[in-house]
């Protein structure tokens, strides 16, 4: 989404009810189950880049010539936001918002050639890593090619194109009601992936748009390589049946801002979950996230103990996990708003500063290839001493199982979880500062913000 201040959130959820009011009863899609998905997505860890702001020079080369240290962090998907031309009419900033699209066709000079984006898609696939790449089907600039075709457009009253949210005076409104519109966004897309060899797409307010559209728009692009992943900006059900093979968890990324600020008890982030749960299809998959480009730093916004703690669940819950690039050296320049507009580049130079960030995404990575249970594992949630303040669930797979426990407050826990049997202590070491191995279960330490892990070795 081009910029999500606090008010611009408010509006489009106004926005999005007031759309379901007007509109029969929804299907109950917990009766259905989402489209299956390939294996390698649902054990995918998804590593967000923003090509401006992710080196001095801003362009694919420099992230060409960084994978291997991506690589090296673990990440199975690299996603990279809009590559396309930005529009300079009615821009925001200095530079103005990757989400205003000038030609869905061509490749942002900014950031090099066509050339250098395919040499970057080849090489990591040479290390098998998959690329997507953000689709922001919704709108386009105010100066885009498209606009040769006005009846591609959205008007008002008076047969003036329009913005589709007031805030976003920069883009114009697409009228996917115009079938010839459709089918120019459907060869666009097939054209991405047979020209580029791309991996999927990430699409932008995919709610926006009729899911019709992504359904069909899906089969055509399958014809030419079935092994894709389309990842949706949204949290509808109706999206993830045939259309999507994930989307944004938004409800559990609330919940997980509530209960860091001390606004809801830890309690309110497993409801979130259910209630998520007893809405969406069966299987469904769901991007976990404490930090993106709509967001400000989740080091800024929770602290450093406070962000690893949060993201700490994004690793140990169902679903896949995001890391936004920066996160892992502890970067807290601005991603959201200006940094959308202007030259803000990632300052790399906290990782010295930080090293436990890097280590724990490495580790917990691993821990997520290491053990089965957590990328395709069961959720049970555990009752423990002070549900206010702690989570406790379990992850199953067949004979697996691991345990975590997390301190989602600023005070010690000592305190004792609803379980029984043998379980060792295998919680990754990423600081000197945790509190020591703790295999004695049901009976746990923990420090403030912090988490274990155990997995059960006996009944």
């Keep these: 989404m081009i910029q999500r201040t606090f008010e611009t959130v408010v509006l489009v959820v106004l926005l999005g009810c007031l759309a379901l009011a007007q509109q029969p009863p929804q299907k109950d899609y917990s009766k259905e189950t989402a489209r299956a998905s390939q294996t390698w997505i649902r054990d995918a860890v998804v ?25 090296d962090l673990g990440v199975d998907v690299i996603w990279l936001m809009p590559v396309h031309p930005i529009g300079e009419l009615k821009k925001k900033g200095s530079i103005g918002s ?17 050339a250098d984006l395919k040499r970057l898609i080849s090489e990591a696939h040479k290390r098998r890593i998959k690329v997507i790449i953000d689709i922001v089907a919704n709108h386009t600039a105010w100066d885009s090619v498209m606009m040769k075709n006005p009846d591609f457009y959205t008007k008002d009253a008076d047969g003036k194109m329009q913005p589709p949210v007031p805030d976003w005076a920069d883009v114009a409104d697409l009228n996917f009601d115009n079938p010839e519109l459709r089918k120019y966004m459907i060869e666009m897309l097939k054209f991405w992936v047979r020209e580029f ?12 748009i009729p899911t019709d559209f992504w359904e069909t728009a899906r089969a055509e692009v399958d014809k030419i390589k079935k092994d ?5 900006e949204w949290h509808e059900p109706d999206l993830l049946v045939n259309a999507f093979d994930s989307d944004y968890s938004w409800s ?3 919940a997980l801002d509530d209960v860091l600020h001390g606004k809801r008890p830890a309690s309110h982030i497993q409801e979130t979950w259910q209630a998520e749960r007893d809405r969406f299809p069966k299987a469904a998959i769901h991007m976990r996230f404490t930090d993106n480009h709509d967001e400000r730093r989740a080091i800024v916004r929770f602290g450093e103990k406070g962000a690893i703690a949060g993201q700490s669940l994004v690793y140990l819950i169902d679903g896949i996990p995001l890391v936004y690039n920066g996160m892992e ?21 906290f990782g010295s500063r930080r090293p ?22 069961s959720v049970e949630w555990i009752a423990n001493s002070e549900p206010e303040r702690v989570l406790s669930f379990s992850r199953r797979h067949e004979t697996e199982e691991l345990v975590a426990v997390i301190n989602m407050s600023s005070s010690p826990f000592r305190g004792s979880i609803e379980i029984s049997g043998r379980f060792e202590d295998v919680t990754p070491s990423y600081t000197n500062g945790n509190s020591g191995r703790n295999a004695a279960l049901p009976f746990v330490k923990l420090n403030a913000w912090e988490f274990r892990v155990f997995r059960r070795t006996a009944l």
Excluded at 197 to 208: E, K, P, S
Aim: contains cysteine; charged residues 25%; glycine residues 10%.
């Design 47 to 71: 590593y967000q880049i923003f090509p401006r702001q992710y080196s001095a020079k801003g362009d694919f080369n420099s992230i060409t010539n960084d994978l291997d240290r991506i690589n």
């Design 329 to 349: 050296v502890g970067d807290t320049s601005e991603s959201g708003a200006p940094a959308l507009f202007e030259k803000i580049p990632i300052n790399w130079g």
């Design 197 to 208: 060899d791309l991996d999927g797409f990430r699409c932008d307010v995919a709610g926006f």
């Design 356 to 377: 436990e960030f890097g280590k724990f995404h490495r580790l917990m990575i691993q821990m997520r290839k290491r053990y089965v249970s957590l990328r395709r594992g």
């Design 228 to 232: 894709t992943f389309w990842l949706a």
């Design 252 to 254: 559990m990324h609330s």
């Design 98 to 114: 990757p989400y205003a699209v000038r030609d869905y066709y061509a490749v942002n000079p900014d950031y090099g050639t066509g």
